[in-house]
Each structure stands twice: as C-alpha cells, then as structure tokens.
C-alpha cells in the first residue's frame, strides 16, 4: 500500500525544465485523497521541504522554488507531478515523493536530478 514509484529525473541544463511522476499504484484511489502529497529533496544528508499539495488541492511552496515549481495531483491516476521550469544547479538533488497524514510521512525511493551544463 505504501509503494511511491517516482519518474522523470534526469540530467538538464541550467534553464531547462524537468516533470517528475509520482505515483502510488498499490493504493486505493480513496486512501490516495486521504494524503497531503509532497515532494521533497536531499544533498547529502539534508533534506528539504519543496512542495506539497492537500487533499483539497492547497498547496505550498519553499522560497526556493516558488515560481519556478508547480504541484499538482490527480486522484483517479493517484499520481502527483512536481512540473520544474528555470532550473538552478543549486536545484541539483535527489527528490523524493512523499505522502502524510497528521506526523506519519512515508517516501519513495527517490530519482535523481541534476542541473549542469
């Protein structure tokens, strides 16, 4: 149930764009609305908040990535999309899909993306 299965990471230039794919394929659609869905980020051993997206389609930004970054989800496919345009090296990382409920947050594994020319 709580397999994350994340796609799109790759390598762009500075400036490029990037669309990351999470979906939860082994999760019932009415368990999937149930989650504030996220993706998050990871240099070494820091890991940072990027975006997350409610339930009821609220979402939020860090600062870094305000205006460049778009979130959304769609319920039917349980899948949520982290679209990445004006891309930074400092956007360099591994990024991971996440899914929460109150304080119990799970992740997958992780894809990543690396911004170089």
């Known amino acids: 149930q709580g397999q994350l299965v994340e796609t799109g990471g790759g390598l762009v230039q500075p400036g490029g764009s990037l669309r990351l794919s999470c979906t939860a394929s082994?999760?019932?659609?009415?368990?999937?609305?149930?989650?504030?869905m996220g993706w998050y980020r990871q240099v070494g051993n820091q890991r940072e908040l990027v975006a997350t997206i409610t339930s009821d389609g609220r979402t939020n930004y860090s600062d870094s990535v305000k205006g460049r970054f778009t979130i959304s989800r769609n319920g039917s496919r349980k899948t949520v999309v982290l679209q990445m345009n004006g891309l930074k090296p400092d956007d360099t990382a591994v990024y991971y899909c996440?899914?929460?409920?109150?304080?119990?947050?799970?992740y997958g594994q992780g894809t990543q993306v690396t911004v170089s020319s």
């Open positions: 082994r999760m019932i659609t009415s368990t999937f609305n149930m989650y504030t």
């Open positions: 996440s899914r929460q409920i109150g304080s119990d947050i799970f």
